[in-house]
């Protein structure tokens, strides 16, 4: 699917996006690109990532403070790590207009709504959602108004939520050329945790091993890093902070995962152990189709790189 510049009358008036880092800043480029949205406002506490929102040019206005951005907003978008999901719904609660919609990004289903829901007053829809996009680089400079283009973007609205605010959050994020489905949201956790949080954790794992090596060693290891170890880097170089509360808040789906994990593990090296070749081979045959299936759902395709305010 390819977004267009030019694509109708605006879905929303104001958007207040909390937290211009990775995909903060790709929301706020995305919704003035693709003509979603009429006005953007831009609130982080860092006093430096708003400096630099403002440099790039990223929104109309900048505040620090979210109550202050939410106030003229119809529709507001959390981009914050985890934890401060909670502290900034309760917050920014008196303050939200009437008929206003908030959404999310948060790769946690799940925790957004036990934490911020509880929140979110009468007259004010809540739509949880979570785009399958991003980088391990953060900060305003970090976005795309292309991330999502082509990339699937989850919404998981329960019986309650207001079907209104959902289809105008979905033309909004389809808008901006993403692959809007709805889901429930535990089942987003587990399926999350499969394909997101356990590849993170096993990175940090297996770099962390790399990096308690000693000398020489650990230097040739970095030195003559192949594919498979700078993708992990790679991996690994994502926000401390993002990864830590998406563990803390998905621990239940990840640690089932990763039980898993280690059943199969523990098949793998006694199949090393005892040299059966046919198991390894049945094994890496499976998982090569896996991978002809992701290509074949075009998600494959590395994600456009930020800056410079596009």
């Known amino acids: 699917m390819t977004a267009s510049s030019d694509t109708g009358e605006p879905i929303f008036g104001t958007l207040a996006v909390i937290g211009i880092g990775n995909l903060g800043s790709s929301v706020a480029r995305a919704v003035r690109k693709y003509g979603a949205v ?83 007053p009468a007259g004010v829809a809540f739509v949880p959602g979570h785009p399958i996009a991003g980088t391990e680089k953060s900060g305003p400079d970090a976005g795309s108004s292309d991330l999502f283009v082509g990339r699937y973007w989850i919404l998981t609205p329960d019986e309650t939520t207001d079907r209104a605010a959902v289809e105008k959050v979905t033309a909004l994020w389809t808008r901006c050329g993403a692959l809007v489905e709805e889901m429930k949201a535990d089942y987003h956790d587990k399926v999350l945790a499969v394909t997101s949080h356990l590849p993170h954790l096993i990175a ?68 090393i152990r005892w040299g059966e070749g046919d198991k390894l081979q049945e094994l890496f045959t499976r998982t090569r189709e896996v991978r002809h299936s992701v290509i074949e759902a075009k998600q494959d395709k590395p994600f456009p790189e930020g800056g410079n305010g596009k």
């Not at 106030?71 to 719904?89: K, M, N, Q, R």
């Not at 091993?209 to 993708?231: C, M, N, P, Y």
Request: aromatic share 8%.
């Open 38 to 120: 009429k006005r953007v406002i831009a609130a982080d506490l860092s006093a430096d990532a708003l400096n630099r929102a403002r440099e790039l040019r990223l929104a109309d206005a900048y505040v620090e403070q979210p109550s202050k951005a939410v106030a003229e907003a119809d529709i507001v978008v959390l981009c914050t790590p985890l934890g401060a999901f909670g502290a900034i719904a309760q917050a920014m609660a008196p303050h939200l207009k009437p008929g206003a919609v908030i959404t999310d990004v948060g790769s946690v289903k799940g925790a957004v709504i036990a934490a911020a829901g509880p929140h979110i």
């Open 204 to 271: 940090y794992t297996i770099v962390g091993t790399a990096f308690d090596l000693e000398g020489q060693e650990q230097q040739d290891v970095i030195r003559f890093s192949a594919g498979g170890f700078r993708d992990f880097t790679r991996i690994a170089g994502s926000s401390p902070i993002m990864w830590r509360d998406i563990f803390l808040n998905n621990r239940e789906a990840v640690l089932e995962m990763l039980q898993r994990f280690s059943e199969d593990l523990t098949y793998l090296q006694r199949a």
